[in-house]
């Protein structure tokens, strides 16, 4: 083995969600422990017409300059989040070696709703109605991409599409690459926008939503028994990583350490969870193991917890197996939804904000934990208290699984 | 020339965002910054509104304002390319 500094650092957040679009709404949203789901105008008539929405803040004029009209929903949330994660680390593109900083961003879809309106424009109107940029706005990467462009981020860029986990993906081969010496800074998250009609209309096909229409606040309802599926939602969130030595050098700010993370594949099925979990329950031993610790030394759980009958049951089994001294679990799926590639960079955020703030928040809508594993989920109120070391679960269509470990700095 | 047609000031301002007070007549696409996809999708948007049908390259790329108004003006009236 070569020997290189595997310290990695988060010392910048940014997050656009559903429960606030900067730290202290977004955690106070979290802490209220309330869901954000709600019916939208575009999705009415359709079998599922509620969706976890970014709402209140104008992208526009917040993402700024010439270029919003070139971008996709996605990547101007991207942006949003990648700046306020820079800014947060005290970091400025004006100064830093552009060649050393990284971006790795995760995205499932990409531009879908710019890829349907050029498909109907085509059917309607014929190829001269169809956008020259439908293309590269379209693509996954780019929110990589515009990132990259905005920030004079020249060292390597990726893109992840690694369905629901591709945030937490991202964050894990950003730590990769600092730990591999070819970056200095990364720049690491997940985005996703695909409230349209047709993808909301497809996932609810397919059985994965709830079909709670009569109370779409009661809908996200991480490992309650009466939970039907997961709630869509929207966002990005972004962490500044660098190695801690680089941070202290340069004395910055280390809002928690990445002490390890883990990623597996089921290889089993498209989209249900291998039999038991035991290859998920691989990924977050594997990032344990590699933070350094014993099983029984994990604080915390931030949970995949998606609210479908089948993820919770898996992830529930995977949790009381492999930590059996019951650290608390939150899920904050339950107020922001499933933001899909978005939500393993928001549960990563919300989890160093855990560790600094020594306060776990509770999951929405579960009043009581009642089927047969033995979980201690906080439930109704945030609950005080510090904790040193927490992992984070993302699991994605394709069998993907990822776990992130944190250490409080 | 001194009144450009008012749709692409509209365009330029809120769909790509120019200041407005840099819109004059002798103003280029490039003195405004628009890119080649930025013009390309102009001519879509011009396309989609107007009617008017143009290759965004050869009319658009480095003409001045006045002369993309008088084309556009030109091209609208007569119904069409």
Redesign the interface.
């Known amino acids: 083995m070569t020997q290189v500094d595997m310290s990695v650092a988060v010392t910048g957040m940014g997050m656009v969600t559903p429960a606030g679009a900067d730290e202290e709404t977004f955690w106070a949203g979290l802490c209220a422990g309330r869901s954000t789901a709600r019916r939208q105008d575009e999705l009415a008539g359709l079998p599922v017409d509620f969706a976890c929405a970014v709402e209140g803040l104008d992208l526009d004029e917040a993402v700024g300059g010439r270029s919003v009209w070139r971008m996709a929903r996605f990547v101007k949330l991207a942006l949003i989040a990648a700046r306020q994660a820079v800014a947060d680390a005290g970091l400025s593109p004006a100064e830093w070696d552009g060649g050393r900083v990284g971006v790795v961003l995760g995205v499932g879809v990409g531009g879908v709703s710019v890829l349907i309106d050029g498909a109907r424009k085509l059917d309607a109107r014929g190829p001269d109605a169809v956008s020259p940029l439908l293309v590269p706005m379209m693509i996954p990467n780019a929110a990589a991409g515009e990132v990259a462009i905005a920030l004079g981020a020249r060292g390597p860029s990726m893109a992840p599409a690694t369905a629901c986990a591709s945030g937490a993906g991202a964050i894990a081969l950003g730590r990769d690459l600092l730990a591999t010496g070819q970056c200095d800074v990364v720049v690491a998250g997940g985005a996703e926008a695909v409230l349209t009609p047709l993808v909301v209309t497809a996932f609810a096909r397919m059985g994965a939503l709830s079909r709670r229409t009569a109370d779409p606040a009661g809908a996200s309802r991480p490992f309650a028994a009466d939970r039907d599926g997961f709630v869509i939602g929207e966002g990005a969130a972004v962490v500044v990583l660098e190695r801690t030595a680089d941070v202290r050098a340069r004395g910055g700010r280390s809002r928690a350490l990445l002490a390890g993370t883990g990623s597996t594949t089921d290889a089993y099925h498209p989209t249900a969870p291998g039999p038991n979990g035991t290859v998920a329950q691989a990924a977050v031993a594997a990032a344990v193991h590699q933070a350094g610790w014993r099983p029984d030394e994990v604080g915390h759980v931030n949970a995949h917890g998606t609210s479908t009958p089948l993820n919770d049951a898996m992830e529930a089994g995977l949790i009381s197996r492999l930590f059996p001294h019951r650290p608390p679990v939150t899920a904050p799926k339950g107020v922001v939804g499933h933001t899909l590639a978005a939500a393993g960079a928001i549960e990563a955020v919300a989890t160093v904000l855990t560790l600094e703030r020594g306060v776990i928040p509770p999951i929405a809508n579960l009043d009581a934990l009642p089927f047969d594993y033995d979980l201690d989920c906080v439930t109704k109120e945030p609950r005080v208290q510090q904790v040193e070391t927490a992992v984070s679960h993302s699991f994605g269509f394709g069998g993907h699984n990822v776990a992130l470990a944190f250490r409080r700095a | 020339m001194n009144t450009l047609h008012p749709k692409i000031a509209e365009v330029l301002t809120q769909?790509?965002?120019?200041p407005a007070e840099d819109i004059r007549p002798d103003s280029t696409m490039d003195s405004l910054?628009m890119d080649s996809?930025?013009v390309?999708?102009f001519a879509?948007i011009i396309?989609?509104h107007l009617g008017v049908?143009a290759d965004a390259d050869k009319l658009y790329k480095d003409a001045t304002l006045a002369e993309i108004s008088a084309f556009i003006g030109g091209a609208a009236m007569s119904g069409r390319r």
């Open positions: 769909t790509f965002k120019v910054e996809l930025a390309a999708e879509v396309k989609e049908d």
